[in-house]
């Protein structure tokens, strides 16, 4: 079959018009749309879960951060960084790397460590976090049993930024928080209590504690209750 040049450009100019509306409808009005809708009934998911103290933003309730001193000496690359007493500390983060592609930022990598459950290089790694959990949680009187040590103070979520811990966890922390911020334990343990949220829809997954929502409070105590 001969096709002449009308036909051609018949065609062109049908695919044309396709392309120009589909574009219309799923590159613009679709996108208006669900932005819209998520800003109106969603706001504070649709942009990002926020947490605010003191007016600024502190972080996201989706993302997990550290609480880590600032170091000895900011020149030396080498120095591991240290986690800071004063606050709840969250799940490890082993699976994080960086990406070094960029020249004048190094983003964080999100992941897990993809190490198989008899891997001895996971079982000394789980071995030396239980031994320094134990370290760091110990107060004078009061001594952490490693067999008290929950899975989750040693071993990384599968994106390695849970934002969240067990109540077990939590509770190992609190006379180690409560002593560095001259506080009861009694005080401490209520506020975890507080903000230990039960599972989703009352029975998917597990109670779990937002370790920056936790902190955030903690950081908001009258001062005369230090």
């Known amino acids: 079959m001969r096709h002449t040049l009308t036909d051609l450009l018949r065609n062109c100019g049908a695919g044309l018009r396709a392309l120009l509306v589909l574009t219309l409808l799923t590159g613009v009005l679709y996108p208006l749309a669900v932005t819209g809708a998520a800003q109106a009934l969603f706001h504070h998911e649709a942009n990002g879960s926020p947490l605010t103290a003191d ?77 320094e959990v134990v370290a760091f949680n110990s107060v004078p009187g009061h001594a952490v049993d490693p067999a008290d040590v929950p899975a989750d103070a040693v071993t990384s979520s599968g994106s390695g930024l849970d934002p969240h811990i067990s109540p077990a966890y939590a509770r190992l922390q609190v006379r180690r928080v409560a002593a560095e911020n001259g506080l009861s334990a009694e005080r401490v343990n209520a506020l975890v209590e507080e903000h230990t949220l039960g599972r989703t829809l009352g029975f998917i997954g597990e109670p779990r504690v937002p370790v920056l929502a936790l902190n955030v409070a903690l950081d908001a105590l009258p001062r005369d209750a230090r």
């Open 55 to 131: 007016g600024r933003e502190v972080g996201s309730a989706l993302i997990g951060q550290r609480y880590l001193l600032p170091p000895d000496d900011p020149d030396d690359p080498d120095e591991e960084p240290r986690p800071d007493p004063r606050w709840f500390q969250p799940r490890p983060s082993d699976g994080l790397g960086t990406h070094g592609a960029h020249t004048r930022h190094e983003p964080l990598i999100s992941g897990a460590t993809n190490l198989a459950a008899d891997s001895p290089e996971l079982v000394q790694a789980v071995e030396a976090a239980r031994a």
